[in-house]
Protein backbone atom coordinates (compact mmCIF):
# COMPACT_ATOMS: atom_id res chain seq x y z
CA UNK A 1 0.00 0.00 0.00
CA UNK A 2 2.37 2.28 0.76
CA UNK A 3 4.82 1.73 -2.55
CA UNK A 4 0.81 2.69 -4.24
CA UNK A 5 0.52 5.80 -1.95
CA UNK A 6 3.93 7.04 -2.95
CA UNK A 7 3.23 6.98 -6.51
CA UNK A 8 -0.56 7.63 -6.64
CA UNK A 9 -0.89 11.53 -5.74
CA UNK A 10 -4.82 10.99 -5.08
CA UNK A 11 -5.51 9.31 -1.82
CA UNK A 12 -9.06 9.49 -2.21
CA UNK A 13 -8.94 7.60 -5.14
CA UNK A 14 -7.36 4.98 -3.47
CA UNK A 15 -10.18 5.36 -0.54
CA UNK A 16 -12.95 4.99 -3.67
CA UNK A 17 -11.13 1.88 -4.47
CA UNK A 18 -11.01 0.47 -1.32
CA UNK A 19 -15.20 1.52 -1.16
CA UNK A 20 -15.77 0.05 -4.40
CA UNK A 21 -14.27 -3.01 -3.09
CA UNK A 22 -15.74 -3.68 -0.40
CA UNK A 23 -19.32 -2.61 -1.32
CA UNK A 24 -18.77 -4.73 -4.33
CA UNK A 25 -17.50 -7.93 -1.85
CA UNK A 26 -21.07 -7.08 0.27
CA UNK A 27 -23.03 -7.24 -3.16
CA UNK A 28 -21.77 -10.77 -4.28
CA UNK A 29 -22.00 -12.24 -1.21
CA UNK A 30 -26.01 -10.70 -0.98
CA UNK A 31 -26.55 -11.97 -4.58
CA UNK A 32 -25.07 -15.60 -3.16
CA UNK A 33 -27.57 -15.76 -0.54
CA UNK A 34 -30.14 -14.52 -2.67
CA UNK A 35 -29.79 -17.59 -4.85
CA UNK A 36 -29.49 -20.23 -1.92
CA UNK A 37 -32.67 -18.65 -1.39
CA UNK A 38 -34.09 -19.03 -4.41
CA UNK A 39 -32.94 -22.88 -4.92
CA UNK A 40 -33.91 -23.53 -0.97
CA UNK A 41 -37.34 -22.68 -0.49
CA UNK A 42 -38.92 -24.89 -2.91
CA UNK A 43 -36.73 -27.60 -1.81
CA UNK A 44 -38.03 -26.91 1.56
CA UNK A 45 -41.55 -26.24 0.55
CA UNK A 46 -41.18 -29.85 -0.64
CA UNK A 47 -39.93 -31.51 1.93
CA UNK A 48 -41.82 -29.81 4.55
CA UNK A 49 -44.99 -30.01 2.73
CA UNK A 50 -46.03 -26.69 3.05
CA UNK A 51 -48.47 -24.95 0.76
CA UNK A 52 -46.99 -24.39 -2.74
CA UNK A 53 -47.06 -20.35 -2.86
CA UNK A 54 -47.88 -20.53 -6.61
CA UNK A 55 -45.58 -18.21 -7.40
CA UNK A 56 -43.44 -17.88 -10.78
CA UNK A 57 -39.67 -17.26 -10.37
CA UNK A 58 -40.55 -14.02 -12.54
CA UNK A 59 -42.88 -13.00 -9.89
CA UNK A 60 -40.56 -13.59 -7.22
CA UNK A 61 -37.87 -11.42 -8.68
CA UNK A 62 -40.55 -8.69 -8.92
CA UNK A 63 -41.23 -8.86 -5.37
CA UNK A 64 -37.82 -9.43 -3.68
CA UNK A 65 -36.24 -6.54 -6.31
CA UNK A 66 -37.06 -3.64 -4.95
CA UNK A 67 -35.37 -4.87 -1.47
CA UNK A 68 -32.21 -6.05 -3.22
CA UNK A 69 -31.86 -2.60 -4.52
CA UNK A 70 -32.55 -1.01 -1.58
CA UNK A 71 -30.00 -2.98 0.18
CA UNK A 72 -27.50 -2.03 -2.04
CA UNK A 73 -27.87 1.45 -0.44
CA UNK A 74 -27.58 -0.31 2.91
CA UNK A 75 -24.26 -1.91 1.60
CA UNK A 76 -22.73 0.80 0.99
CA UNK A 77 -23.01 2.58 4.63
CA UNK A 78 -21.75 -0.53 6.39
CA UNK A 79 -19.04 -0.63 3.63
CA UNK A 80 -18.04 3.51 4.66
CA UNK A 81 -17.93 2.17 8.28
CA UNK A 82 -15.95 -0.14 7.11
CA UNK A 83 -13.85 1.57 5.45
CA UNK A 84 -13.44 4.63 8.62
CA UNK A 85 -12.70 1.76 11.03
CA UNK A 86 -9.89 0.64 8.57
CA UNK A 87 -8.10 3.55 8.31
CA UNK A 88 -8.73 4.58 12.21
CA UNK A 89 -7.16 1.09 13.55
CA UNK A 90 -4.93 0.13 10.37
CA UNK A 91 -5.52 -3.17 10.80
CA UNK A 92 -7.43 -6.41 10.51
CA UNK A 93 -8.11 -6.93 13.61
CA UNK A 94 -8.69 -3.69 14.81
CA UNK A 95 -10.84 -3.11 11.78
CA UNK A 96 -12.80 -6.17 12.96
CA UNK A 97 -13.47 -5.39 16.64
CA UNK A 98 -14.44 -1.42 15.77
CA UNK A 99 -17.06 -2.23 13.18
CA UNK A 100 -18.20 -4.46 15.70
CA UNK A 101 -18.54 -2.29 18.29
CA UNK A 102 -19.80 0.19 15.84
CA UNK A 103 -22.77 -1.49 15.12
CA UNK A 104 -23.66 -2.95 18.83
CA UNK A 105 -23.72 0.49 20.42
CA UNK A 106 -25.92 1.90 16.96
CA UNK A 107 -28.16 -0.68 18.05
CA UNK A 108 -27.90 0.12 21.83
CA UNK A 109 -28.63 3.83 21.12
CA UNK A 110 -31.42 2.85 19.03
CA UNK A 111 -33.29 1.35 21.51
CA UNK A 112 -33.20 4.35 23.38
CA UNK A 113 -36.95 5.93 22.99
CA UNK A 114 -35.18 9.85 22.62
CA UNK A 115 -31.92 8.66 20.19
CA UNK A 116 -34.05 6.09 18.28
CA UNK A 117 -34.60 8.05 15.86
CA UNK A 118 -31.97 9.94 15.08
CA UNK A 119 -29.62 6.57 14.32
CA UNK A 120 -28.39 4.42 11.36
CA UNK A 121 -30.79 1.72 12.50
CA UNK A 122 -34.01 4.08 11.26
CA UNK A 123 -32.59 5.17 8.94
CA UNK A 124 -32.32 1.42 7.61
CA UNK A 125 -35.58 0.91 8.61
CA UNK A 126 -37.01 3.43 6.73
CA UNK A 127 -35.34 3.24 4.15
CA UNK A 128 -36.02 -0.60 3.43
CA UNK A 129 -39.79 -0.16 4.10
CA UNK A 130 -39.85 -2.00 7.46
CA UNK A 131 -42.85 -1.41 9.56
CA UNK A 132 -42.67 0.25 13.31
CA UNK A 133 -41.65 -1.64 16.45
CA UNK A 134 -43.37 -4.35 17.88
CA UNK A 135 -46.23 -3.77 19.91
CA UNK A 136 -45.31 -5.99 22.88
CA UNK A 137 -42.20 -6.97 24.10
CA UNK A 138 -43.21 -10.60 23.61
CA UNK A 139 -43.91 -10.25 20.24
CA UNK A 140 -40.91 -11.47 17.27
CA UNK A 141 -40.33 -8.80 15.08
CA UNK A 142 -41.02 -8.92 12.05
CA UNK A 143 -37.55 -8.03 11.05
CA UNK A 144 -34.14 -7.55 13.06
CA UNK A 145 -34.60 -3.35 12.72
CA UNK A 146 -37.92 -2.65 13.57
CA UNK A 147 -37.09 -4.25 17.19
CA UNK A 148 -35.19 -1.01 18.15
CA UNK A 149 -38.02 1.40 17.35
CA UNK A 150 -41.40 1.16 19.45
CA UNK A 151 -44.93 0.73 18.33
CA UNK A 152 -45.79 4.64 18.99
CA UNK A 153 -45.57 6.35 15.82
CA UNK A 154 -45.34 5.64 12.26
CA UNK A 155 -42.59 4.34 10.92
CA UNK A 156 -39.82 6.05 9.36
CA UNK A 157 -40.21 7.30 5.34
CA UNK A 158 -37.90 5.96 2.66
CA UNK A 159 -37.32 9.49 1.96
CA UNK A 160 -36.14 9.70 5.68
CA UNK A 161 -33.94 6.85 5.57
CA UNK A 162 -32.30 7.66 1.93
CA UNK A 163 -31.39 10.90 3.47
CA UNK A 164 -29.33 9.48 6.84
CA UNK A 165 -27.82 6.61 5.02
CA UNK A 166 -27.02 8.77 2.10
CA UNK A 167 -25.27 11.62 5.02
CA UNK A 168 -23.93 8.99 6.61
CA UNK A 169 -22.01 7.65 3.37
CA UNK A 170 -20.70 11.16 2.48
CA UNK A 171 -19.91 12.11 6.25
CA UNK A 172 -18.08 8.71 6.67
CA UNK A 173 -15.97 8.85 3.55
CA UNK A 174 -15.44 12.52 4.46
CA UNK A 175 -13.57 11.39 7.55
CA UNK A 176 -11.76 8.43 6.41
CA UNK A 177 -10.30 10.77 3.44
CA UNK A 178 -9.22 13.37 6.16
CA UNK A 179 -7.78 10.75 8.59
CA UNK A 180 -5.85 9.12 5.42
CA UNK A 181 -4.73 12.26 3.60
CA UNK A 182 -2.53 13.06 7.29
CA UNK A 183 -1.56 9.42 7.57
CA UNK A 184 2.14 8.53 7.97
CA UNK A 185 2.97 6.61 5.14
CA UNK A 186 6.77 7.21 5.10
CA UNK A 187 7.98 4.69 7.94
Not at 20 to 48: E, K
Not at 88 to 96: K, V
Not at 139 to 168: D, K, M, Q, V
Request: one cysteine or more; aromatic letters at 8%.
Amino acid sequence: MKSLLTQHGRRWQVLAAKLASLWLAGVGLMAACWAALAVAGPVLTRLNHLPDPRQTAGQGLSLAGSQAARALLVLAAFAVIGLLAAVITRGTIGTTATVAGVVIAMLAVASLPAAGRWTPATWVQGWMGFPAGLASITALPTNFWSRFIGAGGAPPTHLYGLTGLAALIIAGFAVAEGIFRRADIGG
